[in-house]
């Protein structure tokens, strides 16, 4: 008994220094590549990575505000990984985004006089609404067979933002917004609280425990192994009596419920109010830490931690080496480009 778990013990720990050896080559291959860019550019690449630890990870404030940008990405990354178990690609974490902000707003301006302890959860719940019933009419015409989710997530991303400047150039336009419209305050009892002097709010401890109950839910019971098995073979388990266009409804409803808490999180606790930009692309960071992590919690976790730290040194390069924050988006790419070539240069 002592060998056989000693031998599982030590199995897990295989796969634990796999994935992070994973990661980590991932990380330094992107690293040297973009320090080829940055020496074209005429730009010293040491310095600008010193720049950019020093200023996110050498601080109190620096980790503070990476774990701020790690809210929505682990919330977005779940929304990912939760309908790709059973094949399906869900694009759509964006406008799921903007739709669980803009229906979580509307719960903020229109029940001031409802206490935070009744105020915050009602938002909560809203959001999911927001971002779930978005998801779900492309998990719809999904289980018809009408449009595929892939193509329908994605689109919809561009109509969300339309929705929400509807409304904040409209019936939501704050009075004292002048040129840049933008929704009324939220009053005090809509705001998540935060931790101390810095900007963690209660969004992270949301996003811990979706992971956990994702974790939970995949690999601890008959739901998750369900899922899995439609995602392995779905003829063998349309065969096994598993209702397979539910499942595409309901996964992807729960997804986009869970990305429109992230919405929530973000205009409650971040902003106070619904802006035009409410997102810089939390949603399709969200599906490539998704896909960089393969589906696993831990993974999500920490492709999110690094993530962040890029997505924060736009800002930081943009003072200290006077290069555009699209460099992030440079990043980005190498980082698609190398996990897309891998399986190729396995296979050679």
Not at 115 to 125: D, R, V
Not at 141 to 164: D, H, Q
Not at 207 to 235: D, I, K, Q
Not at 260 to 272: D, K, N, P, R, Y
């Amino acid at each position: 008994m002592a060998r056989r778990v000693d031998s599982k013990t030590w199995g897990v720990v295989q796969g634990w220094a796999r994935s992070l050896l994973r990661y980590a080559g991932i990380l330094g291959a992107v690293l040297v590549m973009f320090g080829v860019v940055l020496v074209i550019a005429g730009k010293d690449p040491l310095k600008a990575y010193a720049d950019t630890f020093s200023q996110t990870l050498a601080t109190p404030y620096g980790i503070s505000e990476v774990l701020v940008r790690m809210i929505p990405l682990i919330l977005t990354a779940v929304a990912v990984a939760i309908p790709a178990r059973i094949g399906l690609i869900n694009i759509g974490g964006e406008g799921q985004f903007y739709m669980g902000a803009w229906l979580a707003t509307w719960g903020a301006i229109t029940f001031i006089n409802l206490p935070a302890w009744l105020l915050l959860p009602m938002m909560c719940i809203l959001g999911m609404i927001g971002g779930g019933m978005w998801a779900a009419i492309a998990g719809f015409l999904r289980a018809k067979g009408w449009v595929s989710e892939t193509i329908s997530t994605l689109l919809l991303n561009y109509v969300a933002p339309l929705v929400t400047n509807f409304f904040i150039f409209g019936a939501w336009r704050s009075l004292d917004s002048g040129l840049y419209p933008v929704s009324s305050d939220f009053v005090p009892a809509a705001r998540l609280p935060t931790f101390g002097d810095t900007r963690i709010t209660l969004g992270i401890v949301f996003a811990l425990v979706v992971l956990v109950l994702y974790w939970f839910l995949m690999s601890r019971t008959r739901w998750g192994l369900e899922m899995r098995a439609l995602g392995g073979n779905p003829e063998a388990a349309r065969r096994l009596g598993i209702p397979l266009p539910w499942y595409i409804v309901i996964a992807l409803f729960g997804a986009g419920g869970i990305a429109g808490l992230a919405g929530m999180a973000e205009v409650s606790g971040i902003h106070g109010r619904l802006i035009q930009v409410i997102s810089p692309g939390y949603g399709f960071m969200g599906f490539l830490i998704s896909w960089l992590a393969g589906g696993s919690a831990v993974g999500i976790v920490v492709m999110a931690f690094v993530l962040s730290i890029i997505a924060s040194s736009g800002t930081i390069l943009q003072i200290t080496q006077g290069l555009p924050y699209a460099v992030v988006n440079i990043l980005m790419a190498l980082i698609l480009f190398i996990v897309l070539a891998r399986p190729a240069l396995r296979r050679k």
